[in-house]
């Protein structure tokens, strides 16, 4: 039985690559592209959700789908835990599936699982993220995520050292950790993270060169699992052996 798949926001650059690797998957197709602006009762029919829109919209797409009982793979940048808090009531009384994956690359998802293994060590913690300027949000959904893994691995030490963060150059705080957003030309997308203690610092980089190669290996993991998926999932580290549970 091939699993019908309604694709939201499918026209755009990220939704597009995600299109091309669903046609290559056995038993998935892609039998509705929705752009964002689309009418949500044309989710009707489908099997799974894929959720490629905006920040403003995904919130209407997951919502919807899950009041028609409808699985979801979110692929939307945006999703804080504060945000995903709100739909996890409904995800939980629906008995569906929603799965965030605020990066698909495997090279980023293991470079914040890294980042988030040292933090205990170091009492500094601060990213550095930079997309392309046409990207609407900041910070991004990676770089919330990794804040969020960063908080959580240091909960025995507590909030990292952030001095003078009520300055606004400080960066926005998430878990207490400062991040750093930049929006140019010239740049895909890019990530530091910057443990320091005494004397030493660790820097974890990741840089995305071309997004169709990286992202695809995550996206042919990501789509089967949350066909499947029940609850709420954050993160596409739940897929691969990294040692990091949402």
């Known amino acids: 039985m091939t699993t019908q798949v309604a694709l939201v926001g499918g026209t755009g650059k990220l939704g597009s690559i995600i299109h091309a690797v669903i046609d290559e998957l056995e038993g998935f197709e892609v039998s509705r592209v929705l752009t964002s602006s689309s ?18 919209v995904s919130i209407d797409v997951v919502r919807t789908a899950v009041e028609r009982g409808l ?4 692929a939307t940048s945006g999703w804080s835990a504060e945000r995903i808090a709100l739909v996890r009531p409904l995800v939980d009384a629906a008995g569906t599936g929603v799965v965030f994956i605020p990066n698909f690359s495997l090279g980023s998802v293991l470079g914040s699982a890294l980042a988030a293994a040292a933090a205990p060590f170091f009492g500094s913690a601060e990213i550095i ?3 392309r300027e ?5 910070p991004s959904g990676t770089a919330v995520r990794t804040a969020e ?7 025995e030490q507590g909030p990292v050292s952030a001095p003078h963060a009520d300055q606004r150059a400080r960066g926005q705080q998430v878990g207490s950790v400062p991040i750093h957003s930049l929006r140019r030309p010239g ?4 990530q530091e993270v910057i443990l320091s203690g005494p004397g030493e610092s660790l820097t974890f980089t990741h840089d995305t060169i071309e997004p169709a190669l ?20 954050v993160g596409l580290e739940n897929m691969i052996d990294i040692g990091i549970r949402s």
């Open 149 to 155: 893994l960063l908080a959580a691995a240091r909960a």
């Open 187 to 190: 740049v895909v997308a890019k």
């Open 39 to 56: 009418d949500l009762s044309e989710l009707a029919g489908a099997d799974l959700v894929v959720d490629a829109s905006t920040p403003q």
């Open 134 to 138: 046409t990207k609407i949000d900041s």
């Open 71 to 74: 699985n979801v793979l979110v």
């Open 214 to 233: 990286a992202y695809a290996p995550g996206i042919r993991l990501a789509v089967p699992f949350a066909a499947q998926a029940s609850g709420v999932v």
């Open 129 to 131: 993220e930079a997309h």
